[in-house]
């Protein structure tokens, strides 16, 4: 039986939501081009477009700029950009509360510590495994922090009042240890802990940005066979209990896969900040808490914002890669100031 | 849908909260009224089958646990107090997520034409495209009343759907819910505060008082000036107006409260 009233009203709910993330995704496409373009020796659009339809016919040089060093980072930024989306999006849901990110519980804080960890006691004792070390440690200690968060959560039932709290303490536990592993450390060890938390880019390949993308990729799939009850869950728990959602075990898998994606991301380019907090109230503003639309929404508009931070990077001081969290921070902070004070529908 | 319930018993913990309740409930609208902390809610989750209480709840016949969880959505829908969220989600979709359990990754005819239908039946599809937090508090408790119904429910549960809601709304919202209740043949079990309102709304009361049954019945039978000193320790006027519907006029509490003695 079709209605068609009822289509009509819905095509036109629908119809928007799925407007705007197609031009997302190709306004992603432009800013990848853009960013490939950019740099020490600037390409054109023609050079780039050619070189990355037909790596094999065109000159050599433009191939190693390209493909060597340019593609990864921007791909590696819209990958990035995109699971920083994604899990803040996720995070946001589950915890219900929209100061939420995957920073908010620590995880970033953790990496750091992991990372420092391992440029503090273990950088010189394995000679070749430095930067493998340091990610890796970055990763272990991310995850660390995640089971501690989830072990508190299996003791009390897993509200997100819970799951907030136990996130903040570890929170506060990895920043003081942190802070402690810096006054041990000599003036050359600090400093590579503080380049590595101001996140960067151009540690990217092509080996972790394919780790990074099937990582993502699985995440998305895995969340979205969610995405109603994702939506239900925003009508209130009760509700969503009402309606037969298992509240505990769906907040628990979102957490887990959240703090996977999220360890990964700053394992490899350290700490980004802001793009998983401010990401979501955007994605929210354009198409609403429908989350077949809302996650995808998300991860695309992350992607397009850490491409553009990218682009940008490159172009603050000529000549030099400004670090990439720096700037995500510092436009992310009045973009969202101006967010709260221009918002006239308040969705919490 | 004929609702039984046999020696029901449930604790949070120790600390017991219903104790030995037996109801029985048809298609009409019960209310069950008591103190605060008299365990309404707590019922209403144990008929809702989110809380597994002891004893036993028959639908039809059949006890609530051997439903299917399933089959349990489908015939039991539960709206929660204090429901009415602020999801950026236009009524459409908030109305559409009353099903759910049948949600397919893309959405069906079936399910479209069966949401306009709920927002028709409430006449609300006006406010179809309309954003959640938008909407007036009473225009909320639609949307949620939608939201229930459109599983075509046997058993309708709601906790407080009053709340906060002005005289004019509260008594519309009766309105809505008797009518539903009588066109959809529907087992509707509402806990409620007010005693006026579910004096004048309610076909059956249940007395619910320290996780006990007091009393249930006719309005008329259950609210007396009686009751309401020793359940809710108040001074109370009772008179039956001429539809034979009882009105309560709280005088004062039975315990004195204020400087000196």
Redesign the interface.
């Known amino acids: 039986m079709t209605n068609v009233e009822a289509t009509s009203i819905y095509g036109e709910i629908a119809g928007k939501k799925l407007f705007l993330l197609l031009l997302i995704a190709s306004a992603i496409v432009l800013t990848v081009i853009v960013d490939v373009m950019t740099g020490p020796a600037p390409l054109s659009l023609g050079e780039v477009v050619s070189t990355i339809l037909s790596p094999a016919s065109n000159d050599q040089s433009f191939y190693v700029i390209v493909w060597t060093f340019r593609l990864p980072v921007a791909l590696m930024a819209v990958v990035i950009g995109a699971a920083l989306g994604l899990a803040g999006a996720v995070m946001q849901t589950i915890l219900n509360n929209p100061l939420a990110s995957p920073y908010t519980l620590g995880i970033s804080s953790a990496a750091g510590f992991g990372a420092a960890l391992a440029v503090v006691f273990g950088m010189g004792v394995v000679p070749f495994a430095d930067a493998v070390l340091v990610t890796g440690n970055a990763f272990v200690f991310a995850l660390l922090c995640c089971m501690m968060i989830y072990a508190v959560a299996r003791l009390k039932r897993a509200s997100s009042e819970t799951l907030v709290l136990a996130g903040i303490a570890v929170l506060f536990m990895f920043d003081s240890l942190l802070m402690l592993l810096q006054y041990l450390g000599n003036p050359e060890q600090v400093q590579a802990i503080v380049f590595w938390m101001f996140g960067s880019l151009t540690k990217a390949t092509w080996t972790k940005l394919g780790i990074m993308a099937v990582g993502l990729l699985a995440s998305v799939l895995i969340i979205m066979v969610d995405a109603w009850k994702l939506t239900t869950l925003r009508l209130g728990e009760d509700k969503a209990k009402g309606l037969g959602v298992n509240v505990e075990r769906l907040r628990l898998k979102g957490f887990i896969l959240i703090s996977v994606l999220t360890a990964t991301s700053v394992a490899f380019v350290g700490s980004i900040g802001f793009v998983g907090l401010v990401v979501p109230h955007i994605a929210r503003m354009l198409v609403g808490e429908d989350h077949r639309f809302f996650l995808p929404l998300s991860a695309l508009t992350g992607a397009l914002m850490l491409s553009a931070a990218s682009i940008l990077s490159k172009n603050v001081v000529p000549g030099i890669i400004f670090p990439i969290g720096v700037l995500t921070s510092l436009i992310g902070i009045p973009f969202f100031v101006w967010l709260i004070f221009s918002r006239k529908r308040g969705y919490w | 849908m004929k609702l039984e319930v046999r020696q029901l018993t449930f604790g949070y913990r120790t600390v017991p909260v219903l104790k030995d309740v037996c109801i029985d409930a048809g298609p009409m609208v019960t209310a069950v009224i008591g103190p605060n902390a008299a365990g309404k809610s707590t019922l209403l989750k144990c008929l809702?089958g989110?809380l597994k209480p002891e004893g036993s709840i028959l639908l039809d016949g059949k006890d609530l646990k051997e439903y299917k969880?399933?089959e349990?959505?489908q015939a039991v829908?539960?709206?929660?107090?204090d429901?009415a969220?602020?999801?950026?989600?236009?009524v459409?979709?908030?109305v559409l997520?009353?099903r759910?359990?049948s949600?397919g990754?893309t959405?069906t005819?079936?399910d479209?034409?069966l949401?306009?239908d709920a927002l028709e039946k409430l006449g609300i599809e006006g406010l179809?495209?309309r954003?959640l937090?938008?909407l007036s508090g009473g225009q909320k408790q639609m949307v949620?009343i939608a939201q229930s119904i459109i599983r075509k429910p046997g058993v309708l549960l709601m906790d407080e759907p009053t709340n906060s809601l002005d005289l004019q709304h509260q008594l519309e919202l009766f309105d809505v819910i008797r009518t539903i209740t009588e066109d959809n043949n529907m087992t509707t079990v509402v806990a409620l505060h007010d005693l006026n309102l579910a004096a004048r709304y309610a076909d059956n009361i249940i007395l619910l008082n320290c996780g006990k049954i007091e009393a249930m019945g006719s309005p008329g039978s259950v609210i007396t000036e009686d009751m309401i000193r020793t359940v809710y320790g108040v001074n109370a006027r009772v008179t039956i107006d001429n539809e034979g519907i009882p009105q309560i006029i709280p005088i004062n509490s039975t315990r004195y409260c204020g400087p000196g003695k």
């Open positions: 809702s989110i969880s399933d349990l959505l829908s539960y709206l929660p107090q429901s969220s602020n999801a950026a989600l236009t459409f979709e908030a997520l009353g759910l359990n949600l990754w959405v005819d079936e479209l034409s949401t306009l179809a495209k954003p937090n938008e949620s």
